[in-house]
């Protein structure tokens, strides 16, 4: 043998044992194609619903009446959870109610807005029983299950399939890079969690689409080893700049569509109602109203976007595209056809969490 070979033999040989002592997991979950263990669904479903919540909006004169619900999943004994964060977006008041009947009151310890992700606190006594979120990349064709509130139902579960991934989404004020589902979910299951087949989450459900009279859900993936989760657990807050006003018509109209209104336009976005307080509102745009003062049929008064910094918008996907490449507190020019008049309106975009938690 050469001498000079015998150094590297060595070298080579110290690896391998350095590899073979490594934890046996983590190779097989970087290498197994799919769960490593199989559960049943009514065994999925029996486990895991006890780390599930529903999350209630509240208000009301005494805060005692519920608002809007959706769903939550506890991540670790110490109460730290996850959701969707259109679900806690713009509340004051969130609270956790468990399989259990427990109550806690929800804090939003970190979120993104571009994601629709948000982590939340309780302040329980002691551990609470949590799930595992798994480290792996799903597969197309997995069996899932959902846990959730949809239909009037108190964390039921919902199975399906995965359909898709890194889906592109429908809407511009959706993520992308999302699950598309088969399970049959609704409003109400929004933030629950989706479990594989050995019952670790690998997504939380963040919107629904009906075409055709038929449903498909969507979740936004999640790995325990991602960087947003620990930035998003460690108290960061990752939010998007908007304009203010919600929309008359969100997919756009034809030209005849506009001029059917008795609109001055033959694209562009329909301003409906302008945030109190918000960018809009403070730059002048005004809100839809009727010409004949609510007379049914008689034509719209309203303010047309049909430009962003000169980019058409001719709906608002298109508007929200263009917005979401701006900055908080940067400063845009918007083209609106008011009546016979074009504009120039000149305004600061604000940050979603600040206008729509007015």
């Known amino acids: 043998m050469n001498a000079r070979a015998l150094p590297w033999l060595l070298i080579l040989a110290a690896l391998g044992l350095l590899l073979w002592a490594l934890p046996r997991?983590?190779?097989?979950?970087?290498?197994?194609?799919?769960?490593?263990?199989?559960?049943?669904?009514?065994?999925?479903?029996?486990?895991?619903?006890?780390?599930?919540?529903?999350?209630?909006?509240?208000?009301?004169?005494?805060?005692?009446?519920?608002?809007?619900?959706g769903?939550?999943?506890?991540?670790?004994?110490?109460?730290?959870?996850?959701?969707?964060?259109?679900?806690?977006?713009?509340?004051?008041?969130?609270?956790?109610?468990?399989?259990?009947?427990?109550?806690?009151?929800?804090q939003v310890v970190g979120f993104d807005a571009q994601s629709d992700l948000a982590v939340l606190k309780v302040?329980?006594?002691?551990?609470?029983?949590?799930?595992?979120?798994?480290?792996?990349?799903?597969?197309?064709?997995?069996?899932?299950?959902?846990?959730?509130?949809?239909?009037?139902?108190?964390?039921?579960?919902?199975?399906?399939?995965?359909?898709?991934?890194?889906?592109?989404?429908?809407?511009?004020?959706?993520?992308?890079?999302?699950?598309?589902?088969?399970?049959?979910?609704?409003?109400?299951?929004?933030?629950?969690?989706?479990?594989?087949?050995?019952?670790?989450?690998i997504g939380v459900v963040s919107y629904i689409r009906l075409q055709n009279e038929e449903l498909t859900s969507y979740a936004i993936p999640v790995r325990a080893d991602a960087q947003l989760l620990a930035d998003l657990r460690a108290g960061e807050k990752r939010d998007v700049p908007?304009?203010?006003?919600?929309?008359?018509?969100?997919?756009?109209?034809?030209?005849?569509?506009?001029?059917e209104l008795g609109l001055q336009a033959d694209y562009g976005v329909i301003v409906g109602e302008v945030t109190p307080g918000g960018p809009a509102e403070r730059a002048g745009l005004r809100s839809a109203r009727s010409a004949g003062n609510g007379v049914l049929g008689t034509?719209?008064?309203?303010?047309?976007?049909?430009?962003?910094?000169g980019h058409r918008t001719r709906d608002y996907d298109e508007l929200v595209q263009v917005v979401r490449q701006k900055r908080i507190g940067q400063q845009v020019t918007l083209t609106v056809q008011r009546g016979s008049q074009t504009l120039k309106i000149r305004l600061r975009l604000g940050a979603r969490a600040d206008v729509v938690g007015r």
């Not at 209630?56 to 004169?61: M, N």
């Open 25 to 69: 997991s983590n190779v097989m979950e970087r290498l197994s194609p799919g769960p490593a263990v199989t559960l049943s669904s009514n065994e999925i479903f029996r486990t895991q619903r006890p780390t599930t919540f529903r999350i209630e909006r509240r208000g009301g004169v005494l805060g005692e009446q519920t608002l809007g619900i």
């Open 123 to 201: 302040k329980a006594r002691g551990p609470v029983q949590a799930t595992r979120i798994a480290h792996r990349t799903p597969r197309v064709g997995e069996r899932v299950l959902a846990i959730g509130n949809s239909n009037g139902e108190f964390l039921q579960r919902r199975s399906g399939r995965l359909l898709r991934l890194d889906v592109e989404a429908i809407r511009a004020d959706f993520p992308a890079g999302t699950l598309e589902l088969d399970a049959p979910l609704a409003p109400g299951d929004s933030g629950g969690p989706i479990f594989d087949a050995a019952g670790e989450v």
């Open 71 to 106: 769903t939550g999943f506890f991540i670790d004994p110490d109460g730290t959870a996850l959701t969707a964060y259109h679900v806690v977006e713009g509340g004051q008041s969130f609270q956790a109610l468990t399989p259990g009947g427990r109550r806690y009151p929800l």
């Open 299 to 309: 034509p719209l008064e309203a303010d047309v976007i049909t430009a962003v910094d």
């Open 242 to 259: 908007i304009i203010g006003f919600t929309t008359f018509s969100s997919g756009g109209l034809p030209p005849e569509g506009y001029r």
